[in-house]
């Protein structure tokens, strides 16, 4: 039975679009940059570092601008989040079952904490792993950050551990891990990507997550 479940956060328990494009936004302005917001909706999921590297930024520009970043995330971009409809009532359940949740995110670990207890979520939560703010724990993929996870909760059996996200890093990360994933597409990943990434199995909502995962995987 799959009664261990990772989940991601961005883009599977909230939405955080709006703080996540508003601190991106106000990063790049300091270099001068303007970015639409569709084309910065690609960068909700990935490490933060990765992504100012694919706007052709050299390693020393990246550390400044993630530090730009962070000076309007912390106090302002972190809080313009949303949980997504259904998420508590799934949470709820699953724990009410007998699973054991933990969340496995790109994030600073630190945001992460701070977000799901603002959003009344982390009284399901058994263990966050997170990004350590230097990004060194997801500058190689999700592998690591989900194996702290896994080992947080003596996790011997990895078949029964399944990694749930919106975004190819969840699911890859699952594979490196040697556990099963599901994709869901209510977050900001496409049935494409999640597919050519490998993902056991596709959700479309919290609801068919919940029906999925309680129903044996």
């Known amino acids: 039975m799959k009664d261990l479940i990772l989940f991601d956060l961005d ?12 601190s991106y936004r106000y990063a790049l302005a300091a270099f001068g940059i303007q970015e639409e917001d569709t084309s910065l909706t690609r960068f909700i999921g990935p490490p933060l570092r990765e992504s100012f590297a694919a ?31 259904g998420v508590p009532k799934m949470l709820e359940t699953l724990r009410g079952a ?17 977000i799901l207890e603002h959003y009344n979520l982390s009284q399901y939560i058994a263990y966050t792993s997170g990004d350590s703010l230097d990004g060194t724990l997801a500058s ?16 011997a059996d990895l078949t029964r551990a399944v990694m749930a996200g919106d975004r190819k890093h969840d699911i890859l990360g699952a594979k490196e891990s040697g556990i099963a994933s ?7 990943g496409s049935r494409e990507e999640l597919e050519a990434a490998g993902a056991d199995r596709i959700a479309g909502s919290p609801e068919e997550l919940t029906a999925l995962l309680l129903g044996g995987f």
């Open 140 to 155: 190689g993929g999700k592998k690591e950050i989900i194996r702290r996870a896994l080992e947080a909760v003596s996790a």
């Open 98 to 114: 007998g699973f054991t949740l933990c969340v496995a995110t790109n994030k600073a670990e630190v945001y992460a904490q701070t």
């Open 11 to 22: 883009g599977t328990l909230t939405d955080p679009k709006e703080g996540i494009i508003n």
């Open 182 to 188: 599901v994709g869901v597409l209510y977050g900001y």
């Open 55 to 85: 706007l052709g930024f050299s390693p020393g520009e990246t550390e400044k601008a993630v530090a730009v970043y962070r000076e309007y995330f912390s106090t302002e971009g972190i809080f313009q989040n949303a949980v997504y409809p």
